[in-house]
């Protein structure tokens, strides 16, 4: 079975632009969650999804949003992008939103901001 | 608030050596807690992780960690490290039902 599949694995933007981060859980996952990890740190928690409804937001600006199609895929949007904003962004998936369950993580899409 | 902190930043193991990787946390209730390890360029792949019971649970590739409510650790062991073990490890807890927080991480070395 195919595991987390996150697409663009690599991109570069700049200062100001947008950015649409993918990713499509594993077959029968109907949770997603997005983190992001800056170099040197562990990941930060800034969304969850569960049957395409938000459960969980954490502290991040306005300028991230994200949202969970029918198929449970789900995107990361980013506007006005910062140099702070360079990290690698992982989408795990879990198969329900219950507590505990174990997250499946992708390889992560790594951004950079010049 | 909720947090891990992992105090390590960086270990050099020799490749036979046993190993012990630190995690603390703060937590109201009873925690639940995982180990998770992430090799270059790659997602994070969970080693272990404990919710109630058994204070010394068992995981993937040789690992264990313990529990220990008193001292609010979750270290991690394994008695013989494999050259295969270098990477990034990270402790974390789940805040409310679905939010992880993660340690800073622990960059395991290997040494021939």
């Known amino acids: 079975d195919a595991g987390v599949t996150q697409s663009p694995t690599h991109l570069i933007k700049t200062r100001g632009q947008h950015v649409t981060l993918r990713c499509s859980p594993i077959s029968g996952h109907k949770s997603v969650s997005w983190y992001q990890q800056v170099l040197g740190q562990g990941p930060q928690f800034i969304f969850q999804?569960?049957?395409?409804?938000?459960?969980g937001r954490g502290n991040f600006p306005d300028r991230f949003s994200a949202r969970q199609f029918p198929n449970y895929s789900s995107e990361l949007n980013v506007n006005a992008l910062l140099l702070g904003d360079s990290a690698l962004y992982l989408c795990a998936s879990t198969r329900s939103g219950t507590t505990g369950g174990e997250l499946f993580f992708g390889e992560g899409s790594r951004l950079t901001v010049l | 608030a909720q947090s891990v902190t992992q105090p390590d930043i960086h270990i050099t193991v020799s490749e036979g050596a046993s190993l012990e990787l630190r995690c603390n946390y703060s937590?109201?209730?009873?925690?639940?807690l995982f180990w998770y390890v992430q090799s270059p360029g790659q997602g994070l792949q969970l080693l272990l992780k404990y919710f109630s019971g058994d204070t010394l649970v068992q995981g993937i590739k040789g690992f264990e960690a313990e529990f220990k409510r008193s001292q609010s650790s979750f270290n991690l062991r394994k008695p013989s490290v494999h050259w295969s073990d270098a990477a990034e490890y990270f402790c974390?807890?789940?805040?409310?039902?679905?939010?992880?927080?993660f340690g800073t991480g622990t960059r395991l070395k290997v040494l021939a």
């Open positions: 937590y109201g209730a009873t925690p639940y």
């Open positions: 999804y569960y049957e395409k409804e938000e459960r």
């Open positions: 974390a807890v789940i805040s409310g039902t679905y939010k992880y927080i």
